[in-house]
């Protein structure tokens, strides 16, 4: 039987974010990696410009990442135990979070042209 999708319940701008984190955390100069336990620590956050934000090679709509700047959607991504976040200051993906299928994959993600 396969896995189920979305078992934590993430709603939809929880996935999102924890999406373009993860994008963040595997993009070198992104994130610092604790080989030992696995998490990675975003240096810093993207913000919007215009109507898109850049996360690494990839430009998203200003509204898809809309949760970077949310307190509440770390809040719940803190208490399902894929990330830590003081304020918007740090963020830790934990390795729960770096390894969660959003079930997102590429959907609305595309290059950057600039």
């Known amino acids: 039987m396969p896995p189920k999708?979305?078992?934590l319940k993430l709603n939809k701008l929880q996935q999102r974010t924890l999406a373009l984190a993860q994008v963040l955390a595997?993009?070198?100069?992104s994130a610092e990696i604790n080989a030992e336990t696995?998490?990675?620590?975003?240096l810093q956050l993207p913000h919007a410009h215009g109507n898109h934000v850049h996360v690494g090679p990839?430009?998203?709509s200003?509204?898809?990442a809309?949760?970077?700047?949310n307190?509440?959607?770390?809040t719940a991504l803190e208490r399902k135990g894929l990330a830590r976040a003081e304020g918007l200051?740090?963020?830790v993906l934990t390795k729960e979070g770096r390894e969660y299928d959003t079930g997102l994959g590429d959907k609305f993600f595309s290059p950057s042209d600039h």
């Open 71 to 74: 307190p509440a959607v770390w």
């Open 66 to 69: 809309s949760g970077f700047s």
């Open 26 to 29: 595997d993009e070198p100069g």
């Open 5 to 7: 999708k979305n078992p």
């Open 58 to 60: 990839y430009t998203v």
């Open 89 to 91: 200051v740090c963020v």
């Open 38 to 42: 696995g998490e990675a620590t975003l």
């Open 62 to 64: 200003s509204k898809d």
